[in-house]
T-cell receptor, first 115, second 114 residues
Framework: GENVEQHPSTLSVQEGDSAVIKCTYS??????FPWYKQELGKGPQLIID?????GEKKDQRIAVTLNKTAKHFSLHITETQPEDSAVYFC??????????????FGTGTRLTIIP | EPEVTQTPSHQVTQMGQEVILRCVPI?????FYWYRQILGQKVEFLVS????????KSEIFDDQFSVERPDGSNFTLKIRSTKLEDSAMYFC????????????FGPGTRLTVL
């Protein structure tokens, strides 16, 4: 089955600086890679996703890059703000015979923005 | 914006008791999932459900677990005889249609087994 590794486990950056979180996956059949933000006591919230036919996707201060050959993808947050502080999870999935497949999550990165 | 809702937000139970966790997926969604997250660990897949039957389940989802969509709006997870190690956050998620991947998560139910 799929295995997703995520690094770093914790990350502290000064407000206004950029943050980068990296993930690798094992199953070359995976073709969908979402990123979720989880605030304390809440469920994961999708912030951006990328599919395997695209190498990069950007949404305002957030971008994701995908390297299918190397089987890794990264989340980039620019101009970080205190409200970006949260735990971020990467995930990977493919398409099953039923049309949708389970998400396999990484271990999470606790991002702290220092004012 | 439509949201996945879950009740209760926190459930405390004694070991060996049965619990039912409830979810109301977004109304036009077709695929439903349960995940769990043990404190401080990553989110783990339990089961997916489509067209009134289980489409996939993980090793965690043993005979003590069951899912049901009793009335076309609710989606429930039942644990028949809870164990201490079942203590976790349980998240329900749903997706709108075939061949789309975006899963929308509910706020979770914190289950504490004493």
């Amino acid at each position: 089955g799929e295995n997703v590794e995520q690094h770093p486990s914790t990350l502290s950056v000064q407000e206004g600086d950029s943050a980068v979180i990296k993930c690798t996956y094992s199953d070359s059949a995976s073709n969908y890679f979402p990123w979720y933000k989880q605030e304390l006591g809440k469920g994961p919230q999708l912030i951006i996703d990328i599919r395997s036919n695209v190498g990069e996707k950007k949404d305002q201060r957030i971008a994701v890059t995908l390297n299918k050959t190397a089987k890794h993808f990264s989340l980039h947050i620019t101009e970080t703000q205190p409200e970006d502080s949260a735990v971020y999870f990467c995930a990977a999935s493919g398409i099953s015979n039923f049309g949708n497949e389970k998400l396999t999550f990484g271990t999470g990165t606790r991002l702290t923005i220092i004012p | 914006e439509p949201e996945v809702t879950q009740t209760p937000s926190h459930q405390v139970t004694q070991m060996g008791q049965e619990v039912i966790l409830r979810c109301v997926p977004i109304s036009n969604h077709l695929y439903f999932y349960w995940y769990r997250q043990i404190l401080g660990q990553k989110v783990e897949f339990l089961v997916s459900f489509y067209n009134n039957e289980i489409s996939e389940k993980s090793e965690i989802f043993d005979d003590q677990f069951s899912v049901e969509r009793p009335d076309g709006s609710n989606f429930t997870l039942k644990i028949r005889s809870t164990k201490l190690e079942d203590s976790a956050m349980y998240f329900c998620a749903s997706t709108p249609r075939v061949n789309t991947d975006t899963q929308y998560f509910g706020p979770g139910t914190r289950l504490t087994v004493l």
